[in-house]
């Protein structure tokens, strides 16, 4: 029997930067909040003793814990979907300030040709293109110029350092923060690009450049290169990090109270609109009911998807008929990389910062011509100098053994005198790419996993030896001595890392019947319901995808403060 | 010219000289062979070195971390000594897979929560999948070492008649060759899976924190030029040089507690 708690204004759950920056700015507001997260707590003083690549970086110490839930996986719908048990692929976040505790802080804008993707494309190559490639891109149903401002509001709560992209959209203001310092591999990569004929810039980076205060009185400090970044808590207080940045002043509002160990399982609904949500207390499994008079879902891509359809809210997407919106657009990154061998340099490559490293945008989005290639869209190039560590990093030439006396030369001479250069390959959704409710397995407490039917297109293939190509180009003007071989994206593979930039599921658009969300995040079918994240995504970029969710964040408070006054669709 | 004893031990290749100098110890094949068989000079403790630079002798030690959790068969134990040698070999480049004190790790690893996939979902059915939906075992980590490890041994005396750690270094990389391409049959999980996983947890042990007991005194991590656990780098991110830094572990952290 389940205990029902005082009623609240609103009820986020999952406390990561979407919730954090939600909780912060409605309970400024004099709304009464409660953040319901399923991990633990966790603050500045609980990074110490954080530089142990095995334990965090290996064994995901501040990772999900797949024990209780996880994914499952297959390539299409004529696979058996099989339980992804251990990490790898991405890696799913847990406890108060989500993966916004362990993530690098390369905090880019999508480009504007992101927000209007298929009216953009459609106008300028045709709808033979978006046809031909089998594409189901479809435009967000808000413009990069109205989401300016937002952009910002996130850029100065995560204190973000960075100078103007060349080829990116107008800023209306300078970052809060001047760049990362410059390294001999970023300067190399700048140089060699800039001869290229291409646009090189810094990496926008929540590691700060420098001390720095941030809207909520946050004090962050200035970053120290130390290499420990990405899998890792940030020690100083010098990564943007809403447990650092956002939830302090959150909690001295005294309108917000966090409870951790609360794993929601069910949003509960009466008449078309949600009325609160079921939790399991995690430690000693008691059920409580929290009533609300809005709900907001602040989990991550898999998180929320798997909420709304263990609720039964909104409709389902269904791939033979392309009809539902839930699960719908389930995209990934399509990451070319190269590495590049130096025989005449030797790096100082265990010395970084998460974001540290320079990019290029000239083949990212639209920026460069594609009539003649069989692909949309692109990616942006980067070197990045995140701290190379030993156990993660053994570069060895082609041809190379894996193990033995040869690999074990190759890999102590190359982990100096290699680099790595990726590109963020965006990912277009495709109808037979999605998530669903899995028919067999559940989690620990009884409930449906979720099901991802993923597989790259040939949009993804086409996109993926195109920038390859590039990438290696690049490293050869830097002054490789020799370059990994480029392999051919084939089939998506579940277990070597990728990238954590999932996205989709319940996406974002002007029309009920294409997107689960309207541009204030709130859900078409129940309108004091917001669903914040990457998920609402309608295809994801060629771009790291926290700066683009942040100002959702702060666009769907907005949306909130007026739904709360006046009720209603807002749009 | 007569060899002293010495001297042909100098003249032999290390593993030979293991191998030996078990044989010599009493000339045991049982329980007595691991303490027989990896001398006093790969194991023992050693020196007691600064927590903060890893250099700076102060004084004997002995190394308490350096006894088995997980295994309680030592001739098994030998056989997982023997195939970390080999994917992690002491050569020129610096002491390998043994003198690190990988085997230990290794074996704390499978004595805990990696070992029995603590936080890993294992709720069945379980199917063997695609190559591309990964870990679909129901067994854990030390179980597919158990397997593994006897899988070893099953070849080892199917092709060559003889036990693994008596082998040829060539003998032991063809078994391990076979096992790294899936070829050996093995119960309840693929040889390529368990060599993976070999392979990644010999790594491990060479270059984690010698906290977990690998990476011996550091070395690891100077073979490596890899610095260990440093404050801060502001004032040398921008160097044009490489720079050397003397290594420094997680154990330098409560120093300053």
């Known amino acids: ?571 | 010219m007569i060899l002293t004893e010495q001297d042909k031990q100098k003249t032999m290749s290390r593993r030979r000289f293991i191998r030996n100098s078990g044989l010599v110890a009493g000339g045991l094949v049982g329980g007595g062979i691991v303490g027989g068989l990896i001398g006093s000079n790969t194991r023992n403790g050693g020196e007691l070195v600064s927590p903060e630079t890893g250099g700076e002798q102060m004084g004997e030690s002995i190394d308490f971390q350096q006894a088995p959790l997980y295994f309680s068969n030592l001739e098994r134990f030998a056989i997982l000594e023997a195939a970390c040698e080999r994917i992690f070999p002491e050569d020129d480049n610096g002491p390998g897979a043994i003198s690190l004190g990988v085997p230990f790790f290794i074996d704390h690893q499978l004595a805990g929560s990696w070992g029995h996939n603590a936080r890993e979902y294992m709720q069945g059915p379980f199917f063997p999948g695609t190559q591309y939906q990964g870990y679909q075992t129901a067994l854990k980590r030390h179980e597919v070492f158990d397997e593994g490890i006897s899988a070893i041994e099953r070849t080892s005396m199917s092709l060559f008649d003889t036990a693994f750690v008596e082998l040829e270094e060539e003998q032991q990389n063809e078994i391990l060759t076979q096992l790294a391409s899936g070829e050996i049959e093995m119960h309840g999980v693929t040889s390529n899976v368990f060599f993976r996983l070999l392979r990644s947890a010999t790594l491990e042990g060479v270059y984690a924190d010698p906290a977990y007991g690998g990476n011996k005194n550091m070395e690891g991590w100077k073979m490596k030029s890899f610095p260990g656990h440093q404050m801060s780098y502001l004032g040398q991110i921008e160097s044009e040089e490489f720079i050397e830094i003397e290594p420094s572990s997680l154990r330098s952290y409560t120093d300053h507690h």
């Not at chain 1, 927000?115 to 891109?137: A, H, N, P």
């Not at chain 1, 129940?526 to 969710?549: E, I, K, L, Q």
Request: aromatic share 12%; charged share 20%; with cysteine.
């Open chain 1, 1 to 571: 029997m389940a205990t029902t708690l005082p009623k609240k204004d609103a009820i986020i759950v999952g406390m990561g930067w979407t919730g954090s920056i939600i909780a912060a700015e409605l309970a400024k507001e004099g709304i009464e909040v409660i953040g319901l997260e399923r991990g633990k707590g966790r603050s500045l003083k609980d990074y110490y003793v954080v530089h142990d690549e095995l334990r965090y970086g290996i064994r995901y110490e501040l990772m999900q814990d797949l024990s209780k839930e996880t994914v499952t996986f297959r390539h299409d719908d004529d696979e058996r979907a099989l339980p992804m048990r251990q990490m790898g692929s991405f890696l799913l976040g847990e406890g108060s300030g989500g993966a916004g505790v362990h993530w690098n802080g390369q905090t880019f804008r999508f480009l504007p040709y992101d927000f209007e993707i298929r009216s953009k494309t459609i106008e300028k190559y045709g709808q033979e293109k978006v046809d031909e490639l089998g594409l189901s891109i479809q435009d967000w149903g808000i413009t990069y110029e109205e989401l300016e401002p937002y952009f910002y509001e996130f850029e100065k709560a995560s204190g973000i350092s960075g100078e103007e992209n060349p080829l990116g959209g107008p800023r209306s203001q300078e970052y809060p923060n001047p760049p990362m310092k410059d390294t001999p591999i970023t300067l190399k990569f700048k140089d060699a690009t800039d001869q290229l004929g291409y646009n090189p810039y810094h990496v926008p980076s929540a590691n700060m450049s420098q001390t720095y205060e941030n809207q909520y009185g946050a004090t962050l400090a200035a970053c120290q290169y130390c290499g420990f970044c990405e899998r890792f808590g940030c020690e100083y207080g010098a990564k943007g990090d809403p447990t650092v940045a956002v939830i302090p002043f959150a909690k001295e509002t005294g309108n917000f109270e966090l409870r951790n160990f609360a794993n929601v399982v069910e949003i509960l609904q009466e008449d078309g609109k949600a009325v609160g949500v079921r939790f399991i207390d995690t430690k000693t499994q008691e059920e409580f009911i929290q009533p609300a008079d809005i709900v907001v879902v602040t989990g991550y891509v898999m998180t929320n998807t798997r909420l709304l359809l263990n609720s039964n809210l909104g409709k389902p997407y269904n791939p033979s008929t392309g009809e539902g919106v839930i699960g719908k657009n389930y995209c990934y990154q399509i990451l070319p990389g190269v590495t590049g061998f130096f025989e005449e340099d030797q790096f100082n490559i265990f010395m970084g910062a998460g974001a540290l490293g320079a990019c290029i945008d000239d083949f990212n989005g639209d920026n460069f011509d594609h009539v003649d290639l069989d692909f949309i869209h692109g990616g942006n190039i980067a070197i990045t100098q995140t701290g190379a560590r030993p156990i993660a990093s053994n570069n060895v030439p082609p041809g190379t053994p894996t193990w033995g006396s040869e690999f074990k030369a190759q890999s102590i001479k190359y982990y100096t005198k290699s680099i790595s250069c990726v590109a963020q390959g965006a990912s277009m959704p495709v109808k037979s790419n999605y998530l669903d409710l899995d028919p067999t397995y559940k989690d620990a407490y009884g409930y449906p996993l979720l099901r991802m039917t993923y597989n790259f297109s040939d949009q993804d293939r086409n996109l993926h030896s195109y920038i390859g190509e590039k990438i290696e180009e690049i490293l050869l003007e830097m002054g490789a001595t020799e370059v990994s071989e480029r392999s051919n994206l084939e089939n998506y593979d579940i277990v070597p890392y990728q990238t954590t930039h999932n996205t989709g599921g319940v996406i974002m658009g002007d029309d009920p019947n294409t997107s689960a969300v309207n541009n204030y995040s709130q859900m078409w079918d129940h309108d004091n319901v917001f669903v914040v994240g990457a998920s609402s995504f309608p295809h994801n970029s060629g771009y790291n995808p926290t700066g683009t969710v942040g100002a959702l964040a702060y666009r769907a408070v907005e949306g909130m403060l007026r739904y709360l006054k006046d009720g209603g669709s807002l749009v």
